[in-house]
């Protein structure tokens, strides 16, 4: 069984800057295209980030890109989402995602297999 447990989320003014953190059980981190995920109340699952097995290769939704910044340390068994100029619009729960297969960084949920518990994000105005 992989065991995802985020950290570091909070309460934070717009254009503050928070980071969390998902470290990851397991012997087989490196092995996994890890991903964050942020989903509101009645919103589906949003794709945050996802980063390559080695970490050569980070991807990015548009809402996004300039602001986040996903990376991994794999003798740590982690990742982390930098988040900077936040919006009041990003708040939500954020998840980290693991995917065991996935050769490429995959936008969709259903393409992890792991998911951490979340860690709650709100950004006051």
């Known amino acids: 069984q992989v065991l995802l447990v985020e950290s570091g989320g909070g309460l934070v003014q717009a254009g503050g800057s928070l980071r969390l953190s998902c470290a990851v059980s397991?012997?087989?981190?490196?092995?996994?295209?890890m991903g964050w995920f942020r989903q509101t109340p009645g919103n589906e699952r949003e794709f945050v980030a996802a980063i390559s097995r080695g970490g050569s290769t980070r991807s990015y939704p548009d809402s996004v890109k300039g602001r986040f910044t996903i990376s991994r340390d794999n003798a740590k068994n982690t990742v982390y989402l930098e988040m900077n100029s936040l919006k009041p619009e990003d708040t939500g729960v954020y998840y980290c995602?693991?995917?065991?297969?996935?050769?490429?960084?995959?936008?969709?949920?259903?393409?992890?297999?792991?998911w951490g518990q979340g860690t709650q994000v709100t950004v006051s105005s």
């Open positions: 397991g012997r087989t981190f490196s092995s996994y295209v």
């Open positions: 995602a693991a995917d065991q297969t996935s050769n490429t960084n995959s936008p969709r949920p259903r393409s992890y297999d792991y």
